[in-house]
Each structure stands twice: as structure tokens, then as C-alpha cells.
């Protein structure tokens, strides 16, 4: 169970990286963060929908009935379900 006390390490006793492996995991962490904030500057449409799109203006205009939403005064519940309001 667990290590052999000859290959534990104390906190502090830590074998240290050798220097390559800093500058290795800086231009990897670096790279990504760069590649995250170019691609959130390029794409912010798909955050916040700057994007002027005509498409989204239609839907807008579409009725309930054109969509498939049941009229309010529908009953959409089913057989022997009580609503909240009514218990």
C-alpha cells in the first residue's frame, strides 16, 4: 500500500523540472490563452448576437400556431395531473 519510504517525497523534496519544461508549458499556456481571446474577438456573435441576420427577424414575425404552441386555454396536461394552482 502506497509508496516505498525510499522513493517518497517530503513536501519540499520534489524533484524540480528541468528549465525546458518551464519554457515548454509557457508557450503552451500562452498559446491558448492567445488562441482563446483571438477566437472570443473574431466570434462574439455567438456570445452575445451581434450578427445582423435576417433569418432571426422572420422567426420573430412566426404566430404560435405557425410554431405548434397549443393555445393557453388548451388543456395540455395529462389525463389525472392536477396543476399546482389547484391543489
Given amino acids: 500500500m502506497g509508496a516505498v519510504a525510499d522513493e517518497a517525497f ?3 523534496q520534489v524533484p524540480k523540472h ?4 518551464w519554457h515548454f508549458s509557457a ?4 498559446g491558448l490563452v ?10 462574439t456573435y ?3 448576437n451581434t450578427d445582423p441576420n435576417p ?4 422567426v420573430a414575425k412566426w404566430t404560435d400556431e405557425e410554431l405548434g404552441i397549443p393555445p393557453d386555454e388548451e388543456d395540455i396536461y395529462p389525463p389525472g395531473y392536477v396543476p399546482l394552482k389547484q391543489r
Avoid at 18 to 21: E, L, N, Y
Fill in 46 to 48: 455567438h456570445v452575445i
Fill in 55 to 58: 433569418v432571426n427577424e422572420q
Fill in 18 to 21: 528541468p528549465k525546458w519544461w
Fill in 10 to 12: 517530503v513536501r519540499g
Fill in 27 to 30: 508557450c503552451i499556456t500562452g
Fill in 34 to 43: 492567445l488562441w482563446c481571446g483571438l477566437m472570443s474577438y473574431r466570434h
